[in-house]
């Protein structure tokens, strides 16, 4: 990584969740939610299949933020706010936009969208540089 | 009274009360679980070579946010018709309304180490009813504090629940 200036792009990233993932993010997580492994449930619900949860899609806006810092960053802080519901198999992209960079601190702005680029997931990622 | 009304009463209620629960002495093997579900056998890797030669090592950054619960149970007889356990759903036991994640808001403190045994403290924090596009719905606000037994904060978690009314109220409950 070239040293970061507010404004700047970080490489799109393009990924999908699969139904097996749910299933054993659900399972390591603990979190038995019928919306996240059992597709009938998530249609009463009105969801076209299993969801993706929101903490994974926290993990996901952390890992490729700290995927594109480097290995001498680390996690300060990230906070998202849900917009709408991804489920699995749904092609997503992972998008960031440097904020701020001050000192050994960098502040992403982050989001997770759609393929039609409805955003799932928008928030913020601060990353202490090592 | 509406189920919405029943939720933002019993949450007034609760505000500010705090619990604790023992989430138990985290191991490598959670860890290493957790990193899996991620697909990430890097980490696995770099940790299993670190506790073979007993070095400490730290959980994945999100690990204690990310757990939803560490209760032993409930058994599958026990829980509500969406699967959640009672204590998961603050509020909202018994009425048919149906609950996603609104956000999550995680400050990393300090790393978790294996071995370590961390204390969850909950509340819910804020309660308000909201109108959104789909309709009137509860937005809760619940706070939890990873702690170890010294005291040393690990992680804070703020994060958001929207309540709305069950699609099919006959069957939510």
Redesign the interface.
Known sequence: MNTPVAGDSCPLQRYTHSTVQLFRFSAVSWNSHRIHYDSGFAASEGFPDVVVQSTLHGETLTRYALAWAGPNSRLETVSWRNRTTAVAGEPLTWTATVRAVEGARVSLDVAVVKADGTPCVTGSVELALV | MSALDEVLARAHRLVGRWEDEDCGTVTVKDFC??A?????ADYIRRAREQDAAGAPVDAP??FL???????DGPPEGE?RP????AR?SPCTEGLPV?Q?????????LRAPVAGSRVTASRAVISAERKQGRSGPFVLLGLATRFTTADGTELTAVDETIVVQEA??PA?AA
Do not use: K
């Open positions: 679980r957790y899996a579900a991620l697909n990430d950054a999100l946010a990310a757990t939803m619960s560490w209760e829980l969406d699967g959640l356990a998961e149906r996603v994640h609104g956000g999550q808001s995680v400050r990393l699609l099919d069957g």
